[in-house]
T-cell receptor
Framework: TQLLEQSPQFLSIQEGENLTVYCNSS?????LQWYRQEPGEGPVLLVT?????EVKKLKRLTFQFGDARKDSSLHITAAQPGDTGLYLC?????????????FGQGTILTVHP | GAGVSQSPSNKVTEKGKDVELRCDPI?????LYWYRQSLGQGLEFLIY????????KSGLPSDRFSAERTGGSVSTLTIQRTQQEDSAVYLC???????????FGQGTRLTVV
């Protein structure tokens, strides 16, 4: 069974601060996705990374896939209250498990004005 | 419809009763997934359907859980003889094809009392 360890579980910061969320595994993933979920809603895809070492930017969010495709990080610059939510990483192992996502435990981010 | 629709939004049931949760995927999406999410946590894979292939039931926690997808569209997740530990948010997602971007419904919050 492939596991994704996500840290930290909780993050409470002030507006304007930077933060990084980590997603680690001992297993290799063919791709890794980051989602954001708000209360009462389903997760919404932010980005998919597929190549080892890949870096993708989405406005103030920077996503990185580790060289060995076992870990990933999400960095938010100058966080805003609108960034508040549950952030989830999810890996696709590929092969016979292609399309079946393994999710991390999530990081609950609160950005205070 | 424009998105994935789940019903009911909330369900409170007595321990031992059976429940049915419904998912209407995005029209034309060939793959449909069910996940379970405990409060503020990551998602636990339950089952997925892909086209006419046999479903992958590897995530179903017990034989009290079953799901079907009729006509390649609507899916129903059935939990028999509900237990308190079944209380969670049940999320459905659909993808255009296996491995493509997942679109989630808003979930059904199940409470077993």
């Amino acid at each position: 069974t492939q596991l994704l360890e996500q840290s930290p579980q909780f993050l409470s910061i002030q507006e304007g601060e930077n933060l990084t969320v980590y997603c680690n595994s001992s297993s290799v993933f063919s791709s890794l996705q980051w989602y954001r979920q708000e209360p009462g809603e389903g997760p919404v895809l932010l980005v998919t990374v597929v190549t080892g070492g890949e870096v993708k930017k989405l406005k103030r969010l920077t996503f990185q896939f580790g060289d060995a495709r076992k870990d990933s990080s999400l960095h938010i610059t100058a966080a805003q209250p609108g960034d508040t939510g549950l952030y989830l990483c999810a890996g696709d192992a590929g092969g016979t498990s292609y399309g079946k996502l393994t999710f991390g435990q999530g990081t609950i981010l609160t950005v205070h004005p | 419809g424009a998105g994935v629709s789940q019903s009911p939004s909330n369900k409170v049931t007595e321990k031992g009763k059976d429940v049915e949760l419904r998912c209407d995927p995005i029209s034309g999406h060939t793959a449909l997934y069910w996940y379970r999410q405990s409060l503020g946590q990551g998602l636990e894979f339950l089952i997925y359907f892909q086209g006419n292939s046999a479903p992958d039931k590897s995530g179903l926690p017990s034989d009290r859980f079953s799901a079907e997808r009729t006509g390649g569209s609507v899916s129903t997740l059935t939990i028999q003889r509900t237990q308190q530990e079944d209380s969670a948010v049940y999320l459905c997602a659909s993808t255009l094809r296996l491995g493509s971007e997942a679109f989630f419904g808003q979930g059904t919050r199940l409470t077993v009392v």
